[in-house]
């Protein structure tokens, strides 16, 4: 399986992104998928994931802002990012990541090889 991030690019505070993913097998028997992002010095992070039944799961800094979405018969996963802010500024990727106890993931764990990811950034 091979991943592909891509749509990030250069926006103003309060602008607008949508982040996809093209994943080059069926997506179908991955039983979540997720959004991850790393910003300049940091660890690279889960901020939101979704799973085959379209349960969705984010970090608190960017809920009810982004809205993450999967089209299975596409073998796509989207990132809707609204209201975006400077520390939004990151590279993000996409992967399947490990669920833990209580509905939730292991922020930083994740189950297949890193693809490309996608630049986002976000400044006046």
């Known amino acids: 399986v091979q991943l592909q991030a891509s749509g990030g690019g250069l926006v103003r505070p309060g602008g607008s992104l949508r982040l996809s993913c093209a994943v080059s097998g069926s997506i179908v028997s991955i039983s979540a998928m997720g959004w991850y992002r790393q910003a300049p010095g940091k660890q690279r992070e889960l901020v939101a994931a979704?799973?085959?039944?379209?349960?969705?799961n984010y970090v608190d800094s960017v809920k009810g802002r982004f809205t993450i979405s999967r089209d299975n018969a596409k073998n796509t996963v989207y990132l809707q990012m609204n209201s975006l802010k400077p520390e939004d500024t990151a590279v993000y990727y996409c992967?399947?990541?490990?669920?833990?106890?209580?509905?939730?993931?292991?922020?930083?764990?994740?189950?297949?090889?890193w693809g490309q990811g996608t630049q986002v950034t976000v400044s006046s």
């Open positions: 979704i799973t085959r039944g379209d349960r969705t």
């Open positions: 992967n399947a990541p490990i669920p833990i106890r209580g509905g939730d993931y292991d922020r930083t764990g994740h189950y297949l090889h």
